[in-house]
């Protein structure tokens, strides 16, 4: 496809996005234009560099912020050198330790939402979630969405290289979710996500008592109970070729103390 030259790691659909989104200088264009992607890390060497180089090979105008938590493999190191390399396209959160996933997003949030992001999307660093995705999901938003989901579950979407055990824990998590929360989207603990500013500007993020995982469930019951529009891009969600995973057996416990607790206020109609 020569039309694609320069557009590396761009798979025709997602050009054909991009394309679209050029011709037409409507939301879509804009929304490419003023997107902050907040990548979390924790023990990423391995994925960093080649992450950041991909999503600003994008034919977009994308921002990185990288929020490090002094990963003692050095992960913050690098991320401080691409920052110095980007041209100021690349931003990097530096946190004392390991602080969790939830506050992570938090910080990230609070920084992209300061320099006037229009959109803020989410994901993680070790290519379970491919940049290609990302022009798909902005168009989605520029459909009159308000969140999009990089989903496994929708068709169209599936995941790669998953143990058995990884694809029943995912599964079964999601049914618990989606069962006792009523959420309507089918990836409910995807981090591959796409917020509209609007929607997190209308959120007191330090309000959510979720930490780690359970924080993006946590954060989609309230989307959907505010009344935004959830929209889902299917995915390959691929499984981390390096470095290591960060899922605890307390972690997942965590995450069924918040759907308990959710599904509790849910029950009694208390606020959130
Ligand atoms: N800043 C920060 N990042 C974290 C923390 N825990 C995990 N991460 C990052 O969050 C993302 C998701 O973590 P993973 O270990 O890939 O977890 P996962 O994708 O649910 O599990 P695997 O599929 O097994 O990799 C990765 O980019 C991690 O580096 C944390 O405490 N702080
Ligand atoms: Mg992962």
């Given at each position: 496809m020569p039309s694609c030259r320069g557009n590396e790691g761009l798979d025709?659909?997602?050009?054909?996005?991009?394309?679209?989104?050029?011709?037409?200088?409507?939301?879509a264009r804009r929304l490419l234009l003023r997107t902050t992607v907040i990548i979390p890390t924790y023990n990423e060497r391995e994925n960093i560099e080649p992450l950041v180089t991909q999503l600003l090979a994008l034919p977009v105008g994308l921002r990185v912020i990288v929020v490090d938590d002094n990963s003692p493999d050095g992960t913050g190191a690098i991320a401080d050198r691409l920052a110095v390399e980007s041209n100021g396209r690349v931003g990097v959160i530096h946190r004392a330790g390991k602080l969790g996933l939830g506050t992570a997003y938090i910080a990230g949030f609070k920084r992209a939402l300061a320099e006037g992001a229009d959109l803020i999307c989410t994901m993680d660093a070790d290519f379970s979630h491919n940049p290609r995705y990302i022009p798909a999901m902005v168009e989605k938003i520029a459909?009159?969405?308000?969140?999009?989901?990089?989903?496994?579950?929708?068709?169209?979407?599936?995941?790669?290289g998953c143990t058995f055990d990884r694809k029943l824990l995912s599964w079964g998590?999601?049914?618990?979710?989606?069962?006792?929360?009523?959420?309507?989207?089918?990836?409910?603990?995807?981090?591959?996500?796409?917020?509209?500013r609007e929607v997190l500007e209308g959120m007191d993020p330090d309000a959510i008592k979720a930490s780690g995982y359970s924080f993006l469930i946590?954060?989609?019951?309230?989307?959907?109970?505010?009344?935004?529009?959830?929209?889902?891009?299917?995915?390959?969600?691929?499984?981390?070729?390096?470095?290591?995973?960060?899922?605890?057996?307390?972690?997942i416990v965590r995450a069924l103390g918040t759907v308990l607790r959710l599904a509790w206020a849910r029950l009694t109609r208390k606020p959130i």
């Open positions: 025709h659909e997602s050009y054909e996005t991009w394309r679209k989104a050029r011709k037409h200088p409507s939301s459909q009159g969405y308000d969140l999009v989901i990089g989903s496994r579950y929708v068709r169209g979407g599936a995941t790669s998590a999601n049914a618990f979710a989606r069962t006792l929360l009523g959420l309507r989207a089918h990836d409910t603990t995807a981090g591959f996500r796409c917020y509209r946590e954060m989609l019951y309230r989307v959907q109970r505010r009344g935004w529009r959830v929209g889902e891009v299917p995915i390959t969600f691929e499984n981390r070729r390096l470095g290591t995973s960060k899922i605890s057996r307390d972690e």
